[in-house]
Nanobody, 121 residues
Framework: VQLQASGGGLVQAGGSLRLSCVAS????????VGWFRQAPGKEREFVAT????????TYADSVKGRFTISRDNAKNTVYLQMNSLKPEDTAVYYC???????????????WGQGTLVTVSS
């Protein structure tokens, strides 16, 4: 499966962005999907995950209450709505898909290319 992330850009602190992750080559409607991010000079970190039907979502503490992960399986797309953005949210954001319906490991089986989010103060 190929994953294509998009929607990044430059936004002022307090603003919003919505990222999209579209799958091709194979449906991921039965797969858990997650968002991760990597800031300059730092390791990639977990942001959010969603189960195959959207019934279970998990978030990193740093984004709880500000970010929302959702999916539209008919469109083979997972979204990350990011509100109240902070400069420390600046990073390259990656989506990843597991083979399983629920997240069962720290690292997804498939990764998309990243999309850059820059939050200015």
């Amino acid at each position: 499966v190929q994953l294509q992330a998009s929607g990044g850009g430059l936004v002022q602190a307090g603003g919003s962005l919505r990222l999209s992750c579209v799958a091709s080559g194979r449906t991921f409607s039965n797969s858990a999907v997650g968002w991760f991010r990597q800031a300059p000079g730092k390791e990639r970190e977990f942001v959010a995950t969603i189960s195959w039907n959207g019934g279970i979502t998990t978030y990193a503490d740093s984004v709880k209450g500000r970010f929302t992960i959702s999916r539209d399986n008919a469109k083979n797309t997972v979204y990350l709505q990011m509100n109240s953005l902070k400069p420390e949210d600046t990073a390259v954001y990656y989506c990843g898909a597991w083979l399983s319906s629920y997240r069962n490991s720290n690292s997804p089986r498939y990764w998309g290319q990243g999309t850059l989010v820059t939050v200015s103060s």
